[in-house]
């Protein structure tokens, strides 16, 4: 039989070279691939390939996190992190990144991916996570039902409205904040240790179930009451503008930081015994006991009167998102006294008499307005900015 050797060779090379390159890993980001190339413990061999058996081999962590780095050396696209099926950790953070897809990095207990553009987050693979952080994005579900080895969340800054932590016996800290929730179930998560629920829109949660828990933030909310009954080691809880009319803190004497500022209706907060000396409020109001000027201690309280609730039921501010004016408006004809505006950390940036008020100054954020009348009663909203 003769062959035809050029036939023979160009089939054999064709042949090799398909077989080569179905055994190097797809990576269309440059730095991405530079990061892999550069890292002599996925690179093993040197070459300017990332082959497949690289991939698979590689145990460590993948840190491309972009922060720091000017935006053309971030990395845009992780096409490829698939290949590595045996990776533990991965931090992307800072990179403007829209998607990930760690489906097929089972084994992966850390995942960092915070500050990006995500909108959809799927880890029901990664059924070995222990910390996930996915803050600063725009994630509008998030399932973690499959992740019963999770300990520690942070999906702050997102925009749910929903979150399933019954299953997630294991968590010791759970950050949600600046997102949609009105309501969370953690009667569950006995292990939980920090609880962040700030700059929602709860009204109420339990956390009766959550005995080990040491910091409780709940700041600009719209909580009415919270009970601390059975909290026994809670020691940093911070509260400031919210609606409560009621605060028992007679078991939490030994809580050494309470910030409950901008809460209008909070006239008087229980405590042990009217012996007992509170924590002193330093002067920018972050550390021991604070509250309003209007506020007291007693070992005997009632409840906000009234005629301060009706009062607050007659405001109307808008619009909320806000941009460069704040108009309040009043059901009845009543006269305003004051309108002050404060941060987050309780301090006053605006005091006027005016119904239209210029905000263009204020940073972009979120704020508390406390409206008080002629007849001294006061009213409390949160606007945004």
Known sequence: MKINYPIFFTLFFSITQMFSQSNIVNIPDVNFKNYLLENSSINANNDNEIQVAEAEAFSGKIDVKG?????????????????????????????????????????????????????SLDVSKNTNLEELECFNNKITTLDISQNLEL?????????????????????????????????????????????????????????????????????????????????????DIVLIGNNLTFLDMSKRSNTTRLLAYANANLSCIKIEGNNFVPPTCVSNRRNGWCVDEETNYSEKCETASVNKESFSEQIIIYPNPLE??????????????????????????????????????????????????????????????
């Not at 800072?94 to 489906?103: A, K, P």
């Not at 569950?188 to 949660?205: D, G, Y």
């Not at 950390?345 to 508390?368: C, P, V, W």
Request: with cysteine; glycine share 2%.
């Open 324 to 385: 460069d004016i704040l108009q309040i408006s009043l059901k009845t004809n009543a006269t305003i006294k004051s309108v002050k505006i404060f941060n987050l950390l309780g301090k006053q940036l605006i005091e006027t008499q005016q119904r239209n008020i210029d905000i263009s100054m204020l940073l972009k954020g979120m704020y508390i307005v406390k409206i008080e009348n002629s007849l001294s009663e006061i009213a409390v909203r949160k606007i945004v900015k």
């Open 151 to 235: 300990v520690k969340l942070w999906c702050n800054n997102n925009l749910l409205s929903n979150l399933d932590v019954t299953k997630n016996v294991r968590l010791r800290l759970l950050e949600i904040e600046e997102n949609q929730f009105t309501n969370l179930d953690v009667s569950k998560n006995i292990e939980l240790t920090t609880l962040v629920i700030s700059k929602n829109n709860f009204t109420n949660i339990d956390i009766s179930n959550n005995r080990n828990l040491l910091t409780f933030y709940a700041r600009a909310n719209d909580l009415e009451s919270i009970d601390f009954s059975t909290n026994f080691r809670l020691d």
């Open 67 to 119: 922060s720091g780095k000017l935006e053309s050396l971030r990395v845009k696209d992780l096409t490829g992190i698939e290949a590595f099926t045996s990776l533990t950790a991965l931090d992307c953070e800072f990179n403007g990144l829209t998607n990930i897809n760690v489906s097929q990095n089972i084994k992966l207990l850390d995942l960092h991916c915070s500050n990006n553009q995500i909108s």
